[in-house]
């Protein structure tokens, strides 16, 4: 059977040559084995099994809380990529979106521009109200992501009929654009907010994160016991359970960079109309 360090040196092959490192956890051939080799790993469709090497390694060498410059709780298993990555991608445009968009951020405001994101990179809501910064040809404009591109590759964008000719002359259609996640402008001088979906009650609730200022990776929930418990999340940006009960309820929310916040005192709310404003919101 082949040991984890000898099935990581196989599996990438495509990233970089085992002769190249003294050691097949650094992924990324920066010299240090750290939790962005982990994301390494991830895009280059390593599977997680053969990536809980590294990741061990990684929180074997962080008995202590990890925290950042401004004291905020960095969980290391939740990061997706370091900030300010550049992804590029084909960009088109359609009419949708304002209204009924996958992400089920209505009402939307006509004060963004909004754009559907592909299946990979939304990856099951996963990137749901990011606020993206999108390049083209003629200029960059910011972006809401509300909806999907299902046929879109990785990369791909889908631009609102009327964006789309602010970064690339229209007759042209489909043309190269380049993307990174940029903070929620709306969310500098306001906190994380919250929506209960239609038909919430003290027995089910599906209940969204609003108002972030980068994209949640995980949502979890004090429970009677003193624990925190993930709330399992939907493709349509809900995060639903049946075992919340009826609160007020105390939630753990993480974004896609490991930084968490706990936001305490937020009531169960009936009526799936109402925006109800949390205490806290993440760092830039």
Request: glycine share 10%; charged share 25%.
């Amino acid at each position: 059977m082949l040991t984890a360090s000898l099935i990581l040196t196989s599996s990438l092959s495509g990233v970089q040559s085992s002769s190249a490192v003294s050691d097949p956890k650094d992924i990324n051939g920066d010299g240090v084995v750290d939790s962005f080799d982990v994301v390494a790993g991830r895009k280059a469709g390593i599977p997680e099994e053969e990536l809980k090497a590294v990741a061990d390694f990684v929180l074997g060498k962080r008995p202590e809380p990890v925290l950042n410059s401004e004291g905020v709780l960095i969980d290391e298993s939740c990061i997706l990529e370091p900030k300010g990555t550049v992804h590029t991608g084909d960009g088109t445009f359609y009419g949708g979106g304002y209204v009924g968009g996958c992400a089920m951020l209505d009402p939307v405001s006509t004060d963004y521009w909004i754009v559907a994101m592909n299946l990979a990179d939304y990856n099951e809501g996963q990137l749901a109200g990011a606020y993206l910064e999108v390049t083209g040809e003629l200029g960059t404009i910011n972006m809401l992501v509300t909806d999907l591109l299902p046929e879109g590759k990785k990369g791909d964008l889908d631009l609102y009929t009327d964006a789309f000719p602010l970064i690339a002359p229209v007759e042209k259609g489909r043309v190269p654009v380049s993307w990174k996640i940029v903070p929620l402008d709306t969310a500098a001088d306001a906190p994380v907010c919250y929506k209960y979906k239609e038909g919430t009650t003290e027995f089910w609730c599906g209940v969204q994160v609003r108002n972030h200022r980068y994209p949640i990776t995980r949502l979890e929930y004090l429970d009677e016991n003193g624990n925190f418990k993930e709330i399992g999340r939907r493709r349509y940006n809900y995060f639903e359970s049946n075992e919340m009960g009826a609160g007020p309820f105390t939630f753990r929310i993480t974004d896609i960079y490991g930084q968490v916040v706990i936001d305490e005192g937020i009531p169960l709310s009936y009526d799936d109309t109402e925006i109800i404003p949390g205490h806290v919101q993440f760092p830039e």
